[in-house]
T-cell receptor, first 112, second 112 residues
Framework: NAGVTQTPKFQVLKTGQSMTLQCAQD?????MSWYRQDPGMGLRLIHY???????DQGEVPNGYNVSRSTTEDFPLRLLSAAPSQTSVYFC???????????FGQGTRLTVV | RKEVEQDPGPFNVPEGATVAFNCTYS??????FFWYRQDCRKEPKLLMS???SGNEDGRFTAQLNRASQYISLLIRDSKLSDSATYLC?????????????FGTGTRLTVIP
């Protein structure tokens, strides 16, 4: 049982480059989300989805796009990378509101 | 004011000790509460949900005080393997219900 799978685990980007972080879950969860974790700030929600075809913004959405074409996949796109986007990114899924979330292994992104 | 506040620690305790972590949350309408553990450079993992009546899972006991907006985690008979950062997580009701709000974590080191 793979759970939540994220790729890549590490990435270095130059300022202005774009990239997509992949996330897939095999638990048939409707809710998926992307968080970033920065020192001293806890995890913060970037974007989330409550089902295929439905996405919405979280606390810190600027500079990121998402789409949800299937229940399983929820990619995060960085449109034009900035040093402020250097962070650890986690994808998560959960069965519904009120249940705990399961996280992918994370992507350590450095923007230079 | 932060949604969730935790004492960052660190807590350094000897093996076999009992240690307690506390957490306060600001949204009185919050509906679900969780404790996660996060090992260094790893993803957060769900430790336990926190129920109104309090709940126990082996050496771990979680308590919720809705009147004081306070959550606690008690670890008895600490093991070396308990060394990690413990995250308090709150799921609000209403407009923010799709988000999980994370504390910045309390770091625990269990010493031989």
């Amino acid at each position: 049982n793979a759970g939540v799978t994220q790729t890549p685990k590490f990435q270095v980007l130059k300022t202005g480059q774009s990239m997509t972080l992949q996330c897939a879950q095999d638990m048939n969860h409707e809710y998926m989300s992307w968080y970033r974790q920065d020192p001293g700030m806890g995890l913060r929600l970037i974007h989330y989805s409550v089902g295929a075809g439905i996405t919405d913004q979280g606390e810190v959405p600027n500079g990121y796009n998402v789409s949800r074409s299937t229940t399983e996949d929820f990619p995060l796109r960085l449109l034009s990378a900035a040093p402020s986007q250097t962070s650890v990114y986690f994808c998560a899924s959960r069965l519904n509101i009120g249940t705990g979330a399961f996280f992918g292994q994370g992507t350590r992104l450095t923007v230079v | 004011r932060k949604e969730v506040e935790q004492d960052p620690g660190p807590f350094n305790v000897p093996e076999g000790a009992t240690v307690a972590f506390n957490c306060t949350y600001s949204n009185s309408a919050s509906q679900s509460f969780f404790w996660y553990r996060q090992d260094c450079r790893k993803e957060p993992k769900l430790l336990m949900s926190v129920y109104s009546s309090g709940n126990e899972d082996g050496r771990f006991t979680a308590q919720l005080n809705r009147a004081s907006q306070y959550i606690s985690l008690l670890i008895r008979d600490s093991k070396l393997s308990d060394s990690a950062t413990y995250l308090c997580v709150v799921n609000p009701r209403g407009p923010g219900a799709n988000n999980l709000f994370f504390g910045t974590g309390t770091r625990l080191t269990v010493i031989p």
